[in-house]
């Protein structure tokens, strides 16, 4: 996982959830320009194409109570569409086809919320559709775990990791990921990974882990922005309604006026105001047809939006405890939230077993660019580097290793019943019983 650039900051947000209340304690967002409530109900909506529209009230610092951070709930900031859904407690009946599952899966964890460097959603997809009857969660697509998908007749491999990640050029038996696709592909199963979106989203991977200390404020490390287009806003003036009329039958020509939104403002002394939005693409063409109109080109102005911020999404949490524990409590609590018998631990400069843990980070995988710089008693991740371990404990943070994919592991089983109220229940979910993580101690 790598950490989203620092100019992506948040707006103050809080909401409480049960046993978390989620406050965002980055500095506010700079807006160059107004924000973004008082566009007119057209630009907000554009803004946001890949996820549902977050109601306004989601969007201020006022406290709604939400439902505690455990299984079968779904996300618990999710787009309204998702929460409508499970408030309604509907379930489709008899069989499901593949693009309803992934419909389902999108709603849980909406793939625009994958980082830019990730490779997620439909990675194969069978040529003869069938019914999904079976459906089989990993955290690793294996030969193991494909042996197990071929003798159960699997569907629908749901793999948290994409199994593949660069791009291919063959399909040869020599690369062991190239032959799990090829045998997915001769049995006729689909292959699914949600990766770093299940990371991001309020309620996924993070939050999971991070609730295996207890209940406290958690707030989000790299929040996670509405992934729409960059858009500008051009301010001008007309002076008559000729003019005005002329102006933007040239600014909307062609396929380019379905791009351009515009609202008109009637000025005291005469003329009009108008406010123009366009996305990047447009920005070019919209600002030269002004230049060349005296009076427009006069009192142009440019202005950029800023994309809106998601509430509790976003890479790495961190948690202040509401009852502080000693390191030797939290590697117990860690050791049973994850199922693990043993843990690495590296003691912060000046702690003990017995020092006190008030806050901790928390980053699912390989963590340690999310938790860089992160102030915290203790950083629980799966896997860091030597050096990366160094740096935390020579600024007094204990440090908590599970190894990469025991990190993430755990958080199938809330999948699992999150699906199970959702899907058909002619859809069997089974979480694999072959993967695991490829370390063990020894």
Avoid at 155 to 180: E, T
Avoid at 252 to 267: D, E
Avoid at 368 to 389: C, F, K, N, Q
């Amino acid at each position: 996982m790598l950490c989203r650039s620092a100019a992506l900051k948040a707006l103050p947000l809080t909401c409480c959830r049960g046993c978390y209340r989620n406050t965002l304690l980055s500095p506010p967002l700079t807006l160059l320009s107004p924000p973004l409530t008082c566009f007119s109900p057209p630009l907000t909506s554009s803004l946001t194409p890949a996820l549902p529209s977050f109601p306004s009230s989601s969007l201020s610092s006022t406290s709604s109570c939400r439902t505690p951070l455990s299984p079968p709930h779904p996300p618990l900031i999710s787009p309204p569409s998702i929460s409508r859904s499970f408030s309604q407690n509907t379930r489709p009946t008899g069989p499901m086809e593949l693009q309803e599952v992934l419909k389902v899966l999108e709603q849980l964890a909406p793939l625009s919320l994958a980082e830019s460097w990730d490779n997620v959603g439909l990675l194969v997809e069978p040529s003869k559709a069938r019914p999904i009857r079976t459906i089989l969660l990993t955290n690793d697509l294996t030969e193991p775990v494909m042996e197990e998908a071929e003798a159960m007749k699997c569907d629908l491999i749901v793999s948290y990791h994409p199994p593949l990640f660069r791009p291919i050029k063959r399909l040869v038996q020599g690369d062991w990921k190239q032959r799990l696709a090829v045998r997915a592909v001769e049995a006729g199963m689909a292959v699914f990974s949600p990766h770093t979106s299940w990371d991001s989203v309020d309620g996924g991977v993070n939050d999971w882990l991070v609730g295996g200390l207890g209940s406290g404020q958690v707030s989000v490390l790299s929040q996670a922005l509405a992934s729409a287009p960059q858009r500008h806003r051009l301010e001008f003036e007309a002076s008559s309604e000729e003019e005005l009329r002329a102006l933007m039958s040239e600014l909307k020509q062609g396929k380019r006026g379905a791009l351009l939104q515009h609202s008109v403002t009637s000025l005291e002394t005469g003329g009009y105001r108008v406010c123009l939005r366009c996305p990047d693409s447009e920005l070019p063409p919209a600002v030269q047809t002004l230049l060349r109109h005296p009076g427009p080109s006069q009192s142009l102005s440019l202005l950029q939006t800023q994309k809106l911020p998601l509430p509790g999404c976003g890479a790495g949490r961190l948690c202040v405890l509401d009852q502080p524990v000693t390191v030797t409590t939290a590697v117990q609590k860690m050791k049973v939230h994850l199922g693990l018998s043993h843990l690495r631990l590296a003691l912060g400069a000046q702690r003990h077993l017995e020092s006190m843990v008030s806050t901790a980070a928390v980053c699912a995988g390989s963590g340690a660019s999310v938790l860089d710089g992160v102030r915290a008693d203790l950083y629980i991740t799966g896997e860091m580097s030597h050096h990366e371990v160094l740096d935390a404990v020579a600024k007094g943070t204990c440090v908590i290793l599970s190894d990469h994919s025991n990190s993430e592991r755990g958080f199938l089983a809330v999948v699992k019943e999150r699906l199970a109220v959702r899907l058909s229940d002619s859809v069997t979910v089974v979480t694999s019983r072959a993967d695991r993580d490829p370390l063990e101690v020894v």
